[in-house]
């Protein structure tokens, strides 16, 4: 069946009900009344021509109020009150796009509802299968499901005096979510449609889901015990940790800070007060004392990009995995309701904001509406390329890493079993520095560190390389790197050498294959 809208759908004794006695309206799921409900506008003019054509009904007071087609009040008529009100909450849950408020007869305001609409797609092949929009109030520590599937068109309660829930709402920002397994996540509030106080009317929200491309391993896949505590790897290292701060920008003097106050120094860092004070000195050495007015510390939560160091207040523990990973841990965090902060605070996964979103492959981070920025740490190297940061400050730019090459060295078993044996990764000709002289150059990898090491078993060692950045000998930064890569073992490898491009590109693949070694021999 479908929403009603027109009273001749509706009939007195079938679908709606008024007792006169007890001075309630009740709407029943019979006759042609569905879960898909009754808007209030129709409900009030079915109510007007029961009046006017039941002789026993006139002899009471006309039950409803109308202020607009989208907002009623009950129990109310010009100057005059009455009792007058639905059956129950589930008659309530049935009246679609109204908002209304409740009277008694000595005119107290009872309780006051907003009729919440969702603008967008929400999957459901009925009214009682399929997904629910969630919502939630600024005070709350839990969400709420609405009581019927798909796009919501449900009137929630806001106020109620001290016998009718004994709360006031109105004044909170209100929110709704629609989070589910393998589907983009969807939120609206009150303050991004422009509503700062709400009130016993219809408020309209865009939200919408679909399924998520970047999304497909099940709930028990990262969780296979389903006790909110992710336990399959690589999920179960990985983390999100909430970082207590206010971003007061670059530091200035004679200024009054508060306790976790975040500021920039002029060495470009960050720093935090855990007391706060007045300011009083410079800014060169702050976690040195420069500041004579406030101590300050290292801030836990800034990041290097690059040349530049940025301040975020939500940090990610990646645990080396690849993007879609580390995105699938978050949305799965992000519909627990329990407490995902790994830090010394507290925050529910299903109050949480959205943490990142992907833009095609590349995954973007997003900012917080309190202002923190979102990092992720110990990301897969091979994803350098297609991850975008909004910090703290962020005005519009994203945040990225200088190019970072990317790839695997490949060894075959006569390498891979022998104990002994070593790699290097030499640069053919860095700026006049070439191989087999004594000026040869081993390439560094992103973090400065030299491109070396025992193979230890391994049958493939992933590497980095900054594309953007790497001047080794006075090389060209931004150019193709021509290297040689030298493996030497003892008991079942042979010396081998073979020339390879890092190129700007990730997933290069540099394969070493090692003739069987028959000729070594150390008797002792």
């Given at each position: 069946m479908a929403l009603i809208t027109?009273?001749?759908?509706?009939?007195?004794?079938t679908e709606v009900v008024y007792d006169t006695s007890a001075l309630t309206m009740a709407l029943s799921l019979a006759g042609n009344l569905s879960e898909d409900g009754v808007t209030g506008q129709c409900l009030y003019s079915f109510s007007k021509e029961e009046w006017i054509a039941d002789s026993n009904l006139i002899k009471y007071t006309f039950?409803?109020?109308?202020?607009?087609?989208?907002?009623?009040?009950f129990g109310a008529n010009g100057s005059k009150f009455s009792d007058w009100k639905p059956l129950d909450d589930a008659t309530r849950k049935l009246v679609r796009t109204a908002g209304?408020?409740?009277?008694?007869?000595?005119?107290?305001?009872?309780?006051?509802?907003?009729?919440?609409?969702?603008?967008?797609?929400?999957?459901?092949?009925?009214?009682?299968?399929?997904?629910?929009?969630k919502y939630a109030f600024a005070a709350d520590a839990t969400t709420t499901d609405m009581t019927y599937a798909g796009p919501a068109n449900e009137a929630v309660q806001?106020?109620?005096?001290?016998?009718?829930?004994?709360?006031?709402?109105?004044?909170?920002?209100?929110?709704?979510?629609?989070?589910?397994?393998?589907?983009?996540?969807?939120?609206?509030?009150?303050?991004s449609i422009g509503t700062t106080t709400l009130t016993y009317n219809v408020q309209r929200f865009p939200l919408s889901e679909g399924s998520d491309l970047k999304a497909d391993v099940a709930d028990t896949g990262i969780d296979s015990d389903t006790n909110g505590a992710a336990d399959v790897a690589p999920y179960d290292v990985m983390s999100i940790t909430y970082i207590d701060h206010a971003n007061q920008g670059d530091w200035t003097d004679i200024t009054v800070y508060a306790a976790n106050d975040v500021v920039k120094g002029s060495d470009g860092r960050w720093y935090i007060t855990s007391a706060g004070g007045t300011s009083s000195g410079d800014a060169s050495d702050l976690a040195g004392g420069s500041d004579v007015g406030i101590s300050w510390t290292s801030f836990a939560g800034e990041r290097q990009i690059g040349s530049d160091w940025y301040a975020f207040g939500v940090?990610?523990?990646?645990?080396?995995?690849?993007?879609?990973?580390?995105?699938?841990?978050?949305?799965?965090?992000?519909?627990?309701?329990?407490?995902?902060?790994?830090?010394?605070?507290?925050?529910?996964?299903?109050?949480?904001?959205?943490?990142?979103?992907?833009?095609?492959?590349?995954?973007?981070?997003?900012?917080?509406?309190?202002?923190?920025?979102?990092?992720?740490?110990?990301?897969?190297?091979?994803?350098?390329?297609?991850?975008?940061?909004?910090?703290?400050?962020?005005?519009?730019?994203a945040r990225t890493f200088p190019f970072k090459a990317a790839g695997t060295i490949t060894f075959n078993t006569n390498i891979v079993s022998d104990t002994d044996a070593r790699f290097w990764m030499f640069f053919k000709d860095a700026n006049g520095n070439q191989i087999d002289t004594a000026n040869a150059i081993i390439v560094q990898n992103d973090a400065d560190a030299d491109i070396t090491g025992l193979v230890s078993g391994q049958a493939s060692i992933n590497f980095?390389?900054?594309?953007?950045?790497?001047?080794?000998?006075?090389?060209?930064?931004?150019?193709?790197?021509?290297?040689?890569i030298r493996v030497m073992g003892l008991n079942t490898t042979q010396y081998v050498e073979a020339e390879f491009t890092i190129s700007k590109a990730t997933g290069l693949n540099f394969p070493m294959t090692g003739v069987l070694e028959r000729n070594y021999l150390n008797a002792a």
């Open positions: 027109d009273p001749d759908q509706l009939n007195q004794g039950p409803m109020l109308a202020i607009t087609p989208e907002q009623f009040e209304w408020r409740e009277y008694d007869s000595s005119a107290n305001n009872l309780r006051e509802y907003v009729g919440v609409i969702t603008l967008g797609n929400i999957d459901a092949a009925s009214k009682t299968s399929g997904d629910k929009v806001i106020y109620g005096d001290a016998t009718n829930g004994n709360f006031d709402s109105r004044s909170e920002v209100f929110t709704v979510y629609v989070r589910e397994e393998n589907k983009t996540y969807g939120s609206a509030t009150t303050t940090v990610i523990g990646g645990n080396n995995a690849a993007a879609e990973e580390i995105y699938e841990f978050v949305q799965w965090s992000l519909r627990q309701s329990s407490d995902i902060d790994a830090g010394s605070g507290a925050q529910v996964g299903l109050l949480a904001e959205d943490l990142m979103v992907f833009v095609g492959d590349t995954l973007r981070t997003l900012r917080q509406s309190d202002g923190d920025g979102v990092f992720i740490d110990n990301f897969n190297s091979n994803d350098t390329n297609r991850l975008e940061f909004q910090d703290d400050n962020y005005s519009g730019t980095d390389f900054d594309y953007d950045g790497n001047v080794q000998g006075g090389r060209s930064a931004g150019s193709n790197a021509i290297v040689i």
